[in-house]
């Protein structure tokens, strides 16, 4: 009876643990993906200098969370504690790595990273002046966020009326465009939503691992047994 309930407790362990690291793996796609598409599309998601090294890094913690959630599920299939402690450590690196990332999020949303956008912006009035494909790019964000211009509406593309674009003509010409808070919010609500899962799977992982040695024990200690019975 005792062996057959090890047996039992081992392979529920194994079950739980790889469904688990499934959808630990299942997250790193969607974290790769988003990350992804959000820097394929930087005019839409107003990517500035600020928030590009927490994309970059978002990505990277979206590829290594992918390939260890696979062999995670690797180490429960073969309920080695080696793979389940390698994939515990990567767990935690990730946590610090989302950490950092939240923080650039709130970083690009404090009154400093604004200022500093905003000096930046206002080396580019007007806009009119721009190089052709800077001014296709924020042509673009106009009419993705339905706004027009950075500080004081069409007047930011030049004080004639022919150089406003067509991205311009909209009902309230002086609803001007914003910028860091959209994409600080995912940046934010991604890193310590996924924060908070890894926490729950380092504790997981950790009782995993700790039942498994103990299921071990208890195996091999009625395997012991069983020899000396039989001697």
């Known amino acids: 009876v005792l062996y057959c309930s090890s047996t039992l407790y081992a392979t529920a362990i194994r079950c739980l643990l790889f469904t688990f690291n499934l959808l630990f793996f299942i997250a790193g796609i969607i974290i790769l993906g988003l990350s992804t598409h959000i820097q394929s599309n930087r005019a839409d998601y107003q990517i500035t200098d600020e928030l590009l090294p927490a994309i970059t890094l978002l990505i990277f913690v979206g590829a290594v969370t992918l390939v260890f959630g696979f062999l995670g599920c690797c180490g ?49 009035i007007p806009l009119s002046a721009q190089p052709k494909d800077v001014q296709e790019s924020f042509q673009e964000v106009e009419r993705t966020l339905k706004c027009c211009g950075f500080f004081d509406g069409h007047l930011d593309w030049g004080n004639s009326s022919t150089v406003v674009p067509n991205s311009c003509n909209c009902t309230d010409t002086s609803r001007n465009c914003t910028f860091l808070d959209g994409l600080s919010d995912v940046l934010i609500g991604t890193a310590f939503s996924f924060s ?19 299921g071990k024990n208890i195996t091999g200690g009625f395997d012991s047994s069983k020899e000396q019975t039989h001697s």
Do not use: H, W, Y
């Not at 073969?78 to 390698?86: D, V, W």
């Not at 899962?197 to 103990?214: A, D, K, N, R, W």
């Open 196 to 214: 908070i899962f890894m926490i729950l799977g380092m504790g997981f992982s950790s009782i995993l691992i700790c039942q498994i040695s103990v």
């Open 76 to 124: 429960a299939i073969k309920e080695s504690r080696c793979l389940l402690a390698l994939f515990f450590t990567d767990l935690l690196c990730m946590f610090l790595m989302l950490l950092a990332v939240g923080g650039l999020g709130v970083v690009a949303r404090s009154p400093a990273a604004r200022e500093q956008v905003k000096v930046n912006i206002e080396k580019m």
